[in-house]
């Protein structure tokens, strides 16, 4: 059979592939995407968006045991898990449908089954009806990352979880214990201990939420002991001993090594790129770390290959996979491009309560050498967080003392996910405190704590 010809071959239909293909089409290029299990990728299928949909559910449940706070009678909570992982899948279901619709409408054609790159500007693609072979003198690759697996405390589906068995959990846990705080595994102990769990997190760093600012991490700490969990710092999970419905966990902490029972774990130590199985090898591809090394254009040293997203190596976030997408095929396209900054790429945690950032963290930027201001606003200071009923949180900022610049934001409390590209837009647009300071905020919102916050870098605040 003769090899299909197209101007880009898109491997990986996940957030920066399925974007980079539907960018390529408007710009005329013909574009061909291999996608071997779901459209729309982890992030759609069995990541951001799922969790986000179990968490609005834990939510929702949190909210009706506070009623009588806000004058409200309710009875008898309960919750069906069934129920609300059916709710979960049936999110994830029309998002993907709607990721086949986009693509169809942008004459993408799609095929579906698992890519090798044999030579440069060659793919092959086998499906269930054999091997098909398609040339492109542009191959994006876009094929993502997957959880990682320590020795010992690999997922079995019955006691011990990975992401995807905690997306459709056999049964509610009673005692869990989770490996890792960051965004995954602080997402699930939050969703878990909502609904009831004993839970238990185990972080090797430091401080749990390592990435964050430490005075965020030390804050939602104190939030979530207060939820009743337990958490422990510079702590490892030795082994794992397996039983009939219970797993001892060998916990390290401070030259010590304690055994606690569980009847779940759930392990979130972390991704390893899709690397394997693709030829890159043979072409040349630089890898480090299970990663492709690029250069600031996505551009991985093989003329025509291009990497995007999670198997491109950190910040392992959809938004920044999508925007790298539409990064590239702009490249392609002969546009002119700027390369994706991921210091000006937001973070954000939907446990509760959330933690949102952008930029550095007050560390850093003294690390960075330079001279620092900081400000800070609490929630409680505002009066549509009290309104809310959502007193308890703070938002961070970091400035340049010399110059103004805004290096960095970091916050932790309601609704800051959605707040937090203030910020971002701030940072793009080369933004001063003097900026932030005569922009008008409205009032009554929880984004006025941005303007004090920058007021009170500058000892300006006016509410606190």
Known sequence: MAAKSFDVVVIGAGPGGYVAAIRAAQLGLSVAVVEREHLGGICLNWGCIPTKALLRSAEVFHLMHRAKEFGLKAEGIGYDLDAVVKRSRGVARQLTGGVGHLLKKNKVTVIMGAATIPARGKVSVRTDKGTEELTAPNIILATGARARELPGLEADGDLVWAYKHALQPPRMPKKLLVIGSGAIGIEFASFFNTLGADTTVVEVMERILPVEDAEISAFAKKQFEKQGMTIREKATVKQLDRAKGKVTAHIEQGGKTEKLEFDTVIS?????????????????????????VTDAFCRTGVEGLYAIGDVAGAPWLAHKASHEGVMVAEMIAGKDVHPVRPDSIAGCTYCHPQVASVGLTEAQAKDAGHDIKVGRFPFIGNGKAIALGEPEGMVKTVFDAKTGELLGAHMVGAEVTELIQGYVVGRELETTEAELMHTVFPHPTLSEMMHESVLDAWGRAIHF
Do not use: S
């Open 268 to 292: 979130a130590v972390g991704i390893v790129g899709n690397v394997e199985g693709l030829g890159l090898e043979e072409l040349g591809v630089e890898i480090d770390r299970t990663h492709v």
